[in-house]
């Protein structure tokens, strides 16, 4: 996926990225942050709502164009 790779090679969005995930802002991200920011991203990207995500909502996620579903 294109722009996934690059978080790696860029301190900033790195450090951006790990703050989010960190939300009790203790420095070490617990396993249930861990869970808890995936679980958010897949909610994002899951358009249509139905509990699964397609190649295209992947896509228009991380082009940034995902639309609203039902």
């Known amino acids: ?6 978080i790696g090679r860029s301190p900033i969005m790195f450090r951006k990225v790990f703050a989010l995930m960190d939300s009790d802002g203790h420095g070490p991200i617990s396993f249930q942050e861990f869970q808890a920011a995936h679980d958010r991203i897949f909610k994002a990207m899951d358009a249509n709502k139905d509990g699964q995500i ?3 909502e992947m896509q228009a996620f991380m082009r ?4 609203s579903g039902p």
Do not use: F, I, L, Q
Request: glycine share 16%; hydrophobic share 15%; proline share 8%.
């Open 1 to 6: 996926m294109p722009g996934t790779a690059s």
């Open 54 to 56: 397609t190649e295209d």
């Open 64 to 67: 940034g164009t995902t639309r």
